[in-house]
């Protein structure tokens, strides 16, 4: 388990249903489920589309707390400020659990890049994002 998920976690991972699966400290890769809770559908029955940016955000984020926090140590843990996010919808994302993975691609000193997926039960592609960011230092860290 990623020391990171050992401690409080974010209120809004709280509030998307979060629960850590697993972190791949050599490929940079965080994987997490989500169970969307009911008030995240949209009319079609769906995830609301505003809500999966927030779980491909809240992903990417998770990725790079892990990877610096393995590589650095706590006390490095860096956030991403996020420049820009690019995100592409392939199906609706239905209203059970879904798996999400997110990627720190690079990790440079002033910008890192991301990327994130969510998968249905079937391992099923249901939308994916990219993400360049400034890294920032946690809230409250010394600089």
């Known amino acids: 388990m990623a020391k990171i998920y050992e401690r409080r976690r974010s209120p809004s991972s709280e509030l998307m249903g979060s629960n850590f699966v697993s972190f791949d400290a050599e490929k940079g890769e965080l994987t997490c489920r989500y169970t969307p809770p009911p008030s995240f559908a949209s009319p079609r029955g769906a995830v609301q589309g505003g809500l999966i940016a927030g ?75 990219t993400s360049s960011a400034i890294p920032t230092p946690m809230p409250g860290a010394e600089e």
Do not use: H
């Open 55 to 129: 779980f491909l955000d809240e992903i990417m984020g998770g990725a790079l707390l892990a990877v610096t926090e393995a590589r650095f140590g706590a006390a490095e843990q860096r956030l991403p400020l996020n420049l820009d996010m690019n995100l592409t919808y392939l199906r609706m994302v239905p209203m059970e659990t879904i798996t999400a993975k997110g990627r720190v691609v690079k990790l440079g000193k002033r910008v890192v890049f991301l990327e994130g997926e969510l998968l249905d039960k079937d391992g099923n592609l249901l939308a994916r994002a």
